[in-house]
């Protein structure tokens, strides 16, 4: 079945420096990827996607490219601020979003991220 | 904005009980889904609704059961409630299938006792 691997968290880092999640997943054909980032007391909201080989996601600085050859979507922030402190999700869909499989989410493990002033 | 709520944050209830958990959305979306968030484990899929009485199992339905009377509104059922059932509840619902994004309530934490 699909799934998704995350970087072993809890990741920490000052103000200002280059973020890197790593992200691999096993699936069948070309599924959709999402990082999706749940803030403290919250829940999850999507953060960015992609949906076919090559594409990049970006917004709010962070970027991820769906990488086919090395089933890889990591997620890249060239500058993180305290406000990023959250917990990153890594996920996927089916190809299929509008048949059968109802784009259920196929989740890694999360990453808790912390940045330091 | 989509809103997605569910009617507790925090709930404390004893083995043996039966617990209703409740969600609503607010944007006509076809699709809902319930999960459980573990830490180490990421979100897993309970059950999933894509229509009004329309449901199917996820990954780890043992022990629980849904229910979905209307469009806008989705429960989750714990039978009788068991402690290994002690987690945070997620429910979101889909947007179209062109969009495919889930949106998410901000979670009922249940403590079985």
């Known amino acids: 079945g699909d799934s998704v691997t995350q970087m072993e968290g809890p990741v920490t880092l000052s103000e200002e420096a280059f973020l890197t999640i790593n992200c691999t997943y096993t699936?069948?054909?070309?599924?959709?990827l999402f990082w999706y980032v749940q803030y403290p007391g919250e829940g999850l909201q999507l953060l960015l996607k992609a949906t076919k080989a090559d594409d990049k996601g970006s917004n709010k600085g962070f970027e991820a490219t769906y990488r086919k050859e090395t089933t890889s979507f990591h997620l890249e922030k060239g500058s993180v601020q305290v406000s990023d402190s959250a917990v990153y999700f890594c996920?996927?869909?089916?190809?299929?979003?509008?048949?059968?499989?109802?784009?259920?989410?196929?989740f890694g493990q999360g990453t808790i991220l912390t940045v330091h002033p | 904005d989509v809103k997605v709520t569910q009617s507790s944050r925090y709930l404390v209830k004893r083995t043996g009980e039966k617990v209703f958990l409740e969600c609503v959305q607010d944007?006509?979306?076809?699709?809902m889904f319930w999960y459980r968030q573990d830490p180490g484990l990421g979100l897993r899929l309970i059950y999933f609704?894509?229509?009004?009485?329309?449901?199917e199992k996820g990954d780890i339905p043992e022990g629980y059961s849904v229910s979905r009377e209307k469009k806008e509104r989705f429960s989750l059922i714990l039978e009788s409630a068991s402690t290994n059932q002690t987690s945070m509840y997620l429910c979101a619902s889909r947007s179209t299938p062109a969009k495919n994004i889930q949106y998410f309530g901000a979670g009922t934490r249940l403590s079985v006792l």
């Open positions: 699936a069948t054909g070309y599924p959709s």
């Open positions: 944007m006509d979306h076809e699709n």
């Open positions: 996920a996927l869909s089916p190809p299929n979003a509008g048949g059968t499989s109802y784009g259920k989410l196929t």
């Open positions: 609704s894509y229509d009004v009485k329309m449901k």
